[in-house]
């Protein structure tokens, strides 16, 4: 009898699935496109934002479809769209969510219109298509699928297309965590923050975010005598200032990995040559440690960063003549830090590695710093959803989990206890290193791969089983 009744229940899902239509993903790849074209010409460079003209463009097409959504915004310029699709309650909610806003741009600099989103050489190009656009319509895309599909799910799904995240998280996360967290409670969500590592025309792994570093913006300040130009002093703050930066720029926080970290050297190993998987293997080894971390530091920035706490000295501004010797200078350290970095004790290794009373060091107001917490977990339903996806569009590759080492709107809702991860599309080196730079691009097809990654991972465990 047990056998009868498992042989029916088997029935019973293969005719369920039978009767769900198959996604058409080349098809669902060209309206993406279309809409992120749309999306693109819409600037929304932050400052100022205006997000709300974006916001409009995605709600107006969600009208047409039937989705509820709605736009709500602290400022009238900067909205942030909030679609959901119901389903039984069986589960909790999924939250698919991309910022609206993006960086500017130097126009210059651009061989072409950031704003005109060419396709060129199967390249679509434009300001905002790597950072964060086209993750706003990936998961825009998902939410039409499903919901023209007619499948049933066993969780809602909501759409947040947020404003502010490059800088002014205060008019988007922050205020939809503050003031309208009931219409984004979820239990998984995906976000920017992972990528599909692409390699001479292959496919070499998916990088899935599942913690980030938490960015600390903090000043240097010295302080001097002002006076003329032609007799040098010895408390000149610019030269203090510039042996304080000189310092730090040879030190190197000490390295630290985090169960995220140690799975992604872990896993990068088993898929890497062997002169490069010696290195990733013995990270953590005390007798070869300190040669890997200096070869990392001289050779891939970013498994340097993924490392440690980092500091980056990134603006210098001291005196106004070049006859005044100036009464204070100033530098701007954009220092990233490890989840569960100790800032009390961090900043009084600073004060020591400067080791200069007339140099202080200035962090930033506790309010305007992301929220750390835990890494999402690795072996939850959604991760392994993600993970069974990536084998089925990129076959015979392997999901990493990555601590991201910039910042996302992620770190919010991990704070509230949100498992949050970290996706995005298909690009080479240099289409990652174009991010926030110049001629900003992705592959046409490979952002088709990445619809079809954020459906099959989203439908894993979103549709009614």
């Known amino acids: 009898m047990r056998r009868i009744l498992l042989i029916l229940l088997s029935s019973t899902v293969t005719l369920a699935q039978s009767q769900t239509p198959a996604p058409d993903f080349n098809k669902a790849r060209d309206e993406a496109i279309q809409i992120l074209q749309d999306l693109i010409r819409i600037d929304t460079s932050n400052p100022p934002g205006n997000e709300g003209k974006a916001a409009a463009y995605l709600k107006a097409i969600l009208d047409k479809e039937g989705i509820p959504c709605e736009i709500l915004a602290i400022e009238p310029a900067r909205g942030n769209l909030v679609a959901r699709i119901r389903g039984n309650g069986k589960a909790r909610p999924i939250l698919l969510m991309a910022h609206l806003d993006v960086v500017g741009v130097e126009r210059e600099k651009w061989t072409m219109d950031p704003f005109a989103a060419t396709i060129k050489d199967g390249y679509l190009y434009g300001r905002g298509v790597f950072d964060d656009k086209s993750n706003v319509v990936a998961a825009l895309q998902v939410m039409l699928m499903l919901h023209r599909s007619k499948v049933p799910l066993d969780r809602d799904i909501i759409f947040l297309a947020e404003a502010g995240e490059e800088g002014t998280t205060s008019v988007g996360i922050d205020f939809m965590v503050k003031q309208h967290w009931d219409k984004i409670d979820a239990e998984f969500a995906i976000n920017e923050g992972g990528w599909v590592l692409q390699e001479n025309g292959k496919t070499r792994y998916v990088a899935v975010a599942t913690t980030e570093k938490v960015p600390y913006r903090t000043q240097l300040i010295a302080r001097g005598s002002s006076g003329h130009g032609s007799m040098p002093r010895i408390d000149n703050p610019i030269v203090h200032l510039a042996a304080a930066i000189a310092r730090l720029g040879e030190y190197q926080p000490p390295m630290r990995l985090n169960e995220t970290t140690r799975t992604f050297f872990r896993r990068l190993a088993s898929i890497s040559p062997p ?52 009464g204070s200078a100033e530098a701007t350290l954009d220092i990233r830090v490890l989840p569960d970095e100790d800032m009390g ?53 392997v ?66 089983k």
């Open 345 to 397: 004790e961090f900043y009084a290794t600073l004060k020591r590695v400067i080791n200069d009373p007339a140099v202080e060091i200035v962090p930033p107001a506790p309010e305007t710093v992301r929220p750390a917490s835990s890494p999402s977990r690795l072996d939850s339903v959604l991760f392994q959803s993600i993970e069974k996806a990536q084998a089925t569009v990129f076959p015979g590759v």
């Open 275 to 326: 002169n490069e998987a010696i290195l990733y293997t013995n990270v953590e080894d005390q007798a070869v440690g300190k040669v890997v971390e200096e070869t990392f530091r001289k050779t891939n920035v970013m498994l340097n960063s993924t490392l440690r706490t980092s500091i980056s000295p990134n603006i210098f501004n001291g005196g106004f003549r070049s006859n005044v010797i100036p």
């Open 399 to 464: 999901t990493l989990p990555v601590m991201f080492t910039a910042a996302t709107d992620s770190a919010q809702l991990r704070a509230k206890g949100v498992q949050a991860y970290g996706l995005g599309s298909v690009l080479s080196e240099e289409d990652r290193a174009r991010m926030h730079g110049n001629d900003e691009r992705l592959s046409v097809q490979g952002i088709g791969k990445f619809v079809e990654l954020m459906y099959r991972s989203v439908a894993g465990v979103a549709v009614a």
